[in-house]
């Protein structure tokens, strides 16, 4: 069974740049399709990007395309999330996950890391 931990949270100013890790262990995220989602305080968790097992295809929310970047290196067994431009509407909490299918549902992902505080100020 896959364990997923994140890192790579923190304190930011809005404008600013953080790049998530999403290191995996225990089988090859290879095999999966990546998401990551995040959940802000009192809110609902939602879907922010995703990015197939075995090609570059990807997806993202509206409210980061553009600004974030999702990447995977499968040699490393880890996924990346870059956010630049951040705001304060970012501050969240970020989890990484898999999922068999490039989808956007959370009830289509199986495994799910800790999660790792953004925090952007304005």
């Known amino acids: 069974q896959v364990r997923l931990v994140e890192s790579g949270g923190g304190l930011v100013q809005a404008g600013g740049s953080l790049t998530l890790s999403c290191a995996a262990s225990g089988r090859p995220i290879s095999s999966y399709a990546m998401g990551w989602f995040r959940q802000a305080p009192g809110k609902e968790r939602e879907f922010v990007a995703a990015?197939?097992?075995?090609?570059?295809?990807?997806m993202y929310s509206d409210s980061v395309k553009g600004r974030f970047t999702i990447s995977r290196d499968n040699a490393q067994n880890t996924v990346y999330l870059q956010m630049n431009s951040l705001k304060p509407e970012d501050t969240a909490v970020y989890y990484c996950a898999t999922s068999f299918l490039l989808v956007r549902r959370e009830e289509n992902y199986n495994t799910w890391g800790q999660g790792t505080q953004v925090t952007v100020s304005s």
């Open positions: 990015m197939h097992y075995s090609n570059p295809s990807t």
